[in-house]
Every structure is written in structure tokens, then in C-alpha cells.
């Protein structure tokens, strides 16, 4: 009798959370995804239940993910799972991953690809909604891990008990938040429910696993109800988030300027200098996550590369992101795009009298006696004759090579006085980020002679460092030819 009480009870909790939350809808077609443990095999019945008692009309299929690393008990779980669907009438998808998860990292590799393949069984059975059996210890358990990895209060809202999807992908649902995993393993043994346990759930080799058993057993001794409550604050935090990006979308309207080519999204820095510190944090979080997909957690020490990024008082440097992604400036503009590998061909050596291939052109070089000025004008438009360069010595140089430029490279320009790093003189000279790498450097001896390069209409110019421009004094004039190949 008293199991019997425990399972109207539990049961009606979760029905009263799947309505009152819009977890599930009338109507909507699931895929459960079922692991074959407590929470998974509980989140059959309990859905069941609630399809039958909320009048839902819902339509089911199943999904179950074998790793294949767990011998026996892998073969165990993925028979729970098969007899308990059979049983229930759902069409059951078995994927097996044996061989495909090797290496550091292997929870977050395997939820990743756990969730992708959902999201594949799900458009191929015409399924709108997955649902997963994630519980409030696992909240709990998710904002205590995310806390202590990112600074950010967005952590604080843990799993919401539906997300819904980008187009064309399937709304994650959670109808068992409500629940304790105590809770859930009772409701299993009152109901007779089969589950396995996966020993590797306890192992203090994975950082979740530690937050599990170690810091939320802790934290119980100070407030034994520490999962309730984390859980409830959850609540409270996607309440106020709710509100927080209302006002996130309005200053992204001010701030948000045009994309360009391969570009992502961008800010305009001089809007964005204009709004409060705090939300100028929120826009460039929002700006760093947004090819994550909503929701997506930045770390602190990428908001505070592209924070220094905004301030710096030259228009030029970049920021790297985690998965493959940069943020560049240019153009008072901060732009988020896929990161490239960066060009790079070997240095040359460029021998005197004789034409020597860099980089897609040829390049030829001449010593002259005395000052031999160059002629007016200092650029050549595409297609056009030989651009060329005059560079003053006071010696015979003793190597002469052509490269790309290196992080660190500076010079004097000429006519501009002051010393400054090739790499903002590029920017500076409003020459396209993707052009930059290809600049080409002339090397005497060591210190940065001449830098050639392109511009966003396409014309090749050149600058000659200060300390060896062509003077009246010049003992030695070398004369540099770049022609097209």
C-alpha cells in the first residue's frame, strides 16, 4: 500500500510539472533517449503515465546509445532497454559506438555525440521533441560543475525542463527535473522497474563525478536538501535570465553592425563603447557564443581577450575562441568568423642580380652606387608593371631574404616617424585581415627593410623603414623588383 502511495505520488508530481511547465505538449511525437539506468527506464513509465492522465496523445519512439565499453554491462543495459519497449509498444533505434570514443574528455565527447545521434533518430522517425531523464541531482550537479568552470551567472540557470530547438532540430525536454535520484530509484523499486547501474557513475576520475559524490555530499552536511535547493535557485535564475536577455537583444540592436564575407556576426565598437560596462560583457559574450548555438557557456578568459580586444587603441589584433572560432577587429568593427590556418610559405634568400620566386611572384634585386630615388607614386594596380622598391644601405647588405611577417616584426615606416609593429601598420594601412599574412618582408640582415602588400582595391603597394630611406648621403641604393608570376 505504502509503494502504492509513493507511485500516485510521484507520478502526479511529474504530471503536475509536465503540464504546469509545458515539458511535453498534446500531441507531440518523443524520442525517449534510454540508457537502460534508473532515470532513463523511471522517465518510460512516468511519461506513460502522464501521456494516459494528462490526456496528451503523445507518440513514442526510443533511442539507445551502446559505447561498447563496458563488456557485460553494456549488453545488459541494451537488453533492459529492448524488453521494456517491447513491452510498451515503442519502436526502439539501438546505435552502437564501440571503437569511437578514445582519449581525455570522454563524458563530454560522449554526451556530445549521444545528442547528436538523438537528434538524427528523431528527424528520421518525424520526432519534434527528445527527451532526456535528467533529474535534480543532476541539476544541482550541473550548476555546482558550471560554476566552478565559468564565470558567469548563466551557469546559474542549469538545465531548463525544455529547450526548444534551431530549425529543423527536435526540443529537448526533461520532464523528471522535479524529482530527486532517491526519488527516482524508490519509484523504480515500488513500480518492479529492471534498471542498471553503470559503475563508471562513481568514478573520481571524472570531474562530474567528483561534483556528484564528493563536493554535493559536502555541501549536504551544511543543508542536507542542497540539491532541492540549488535546484529551486536554477528556477529563480532562468526566471531573471529570461529578463536579463530582453535586455541583451535591445542593446545587440544598437550595437550589431553588417557582416562581411565569411564573417559570423560583428559589433560596432563605437556603439558598443556607448553601453554600460556590464552589458558591453553580456554583448561580447553573446558575440563569442553565438556559433555555439543558444545557450552556450563562454569561458571568462575568452570575454576578457575580446574585453581587451574592444579597448586596445589601434584598429587591429584578434582573440582565439574554443571551437575553431576568432574574433578579429578592423574597421572599428569586432568580427566573428572561422578561424583560418594562417598562410605561410618558408623564407628565401634573395641573391643579387638574379629572379627569385616567393609567394606566387618573382622578385629580383640590384645593388646601385649612390642615392637612386625612386619615382613618384608607390603603388601598382593590379595587372599593372613591376612594383619596386628603393631601399637605402650604407653597406653591401650581408643576406638579403624574403619572408611573411612573424608576431613581433617592427619598423619605422617611412614618412611616419614613429616605430610600430608591422602588424598594425597593416591594419593601419586598411589592408584586409586574410591579406595580411601574405605581406611580404624584406630581411637585411635581420631588421625589416621593406613590406610590401595589398590593398582592398587590389593595388600592391610598398613601404621602405625610415632607416633606409634614400637620402643624399646614400652610399648604396638597393634596387627590389616584385613582377607577378
Known sequence: MRAHALVLRLERRVCDFVAGRGVVRPGEHLLLMLSGGADSMAMLAMLRAADRRLRLGLAMAALHVDYGLRGADSTRDREIVATACAAAGIELDVVTLEGRLHGPDFQARARELRYAKAQEAAACRGCTVV???????????????????????????????REEGAPGRAALARPLLCLGADEVRAYCAARGIAYGEDVTNAAPVYARNVVRHEVLAKLATLNPRVAETLAAGAEVAAAERDVIDAAVDAAWARVVAATDGDEFA????????????????????RLAGGARGPGALVERREIEALARLASRRDDAGSATLRGGWEVVRGGERLALRRRT???????????LGRRTPFCGRRYSAELLDGAVRPPEGGSV???????????????????????????????????????????????????????????RVLDAGGRVAWVGYGTSAGERRGRVAESFRVTQSTRYTLHVVEEAR
Open 266 to 285: 560583428a559589433l560596432d565598437l563605437t556603439a558598443l563603447a556607448r553601453e554600460p560596462e556590464a552589458v558591453r560583457a553580456l554583448l561580447l559574450r
Open 131 to 161: 527527451a532526456a531523464a535528467h533529474n535534480r541531482d543532476d541539476q544541482a550537479e550541473t550548476i555546482l560543475y558550471r560554476l566552478a568552470k565559468y564565470a558567469s551567472p548563466r551557469g546559474l540557470v542549469g538545465m531548463r525542463p
Open 381 to 439: 594596380a593590379a595587372g599593372a608593371p613591376p612594383l619596386e622598391a628603393f631601399v637605402g644601405m650604407d653597406a653591401p647588405p650581408p643576406v638579403l631574404a624574403l619572408r611573411h611577417p612573424v608576431r613581433g616584426d617592427r619598423f619605422a615606416p617611412c614618412g611616419m616617424g614613429a616605430e610600430t609593429t608591422v602588424a598594425r601598420f597593416l591594419a593601419g594601412a586598411r589592408v584586409p585581415r586574410p591579406a595580411r599574412a601574405r605581406a
Open 341 to 351: 590556418p594562417a598562410h605561410a610559405c618558408p623564407l628565401v634568400v634573395l641573391p
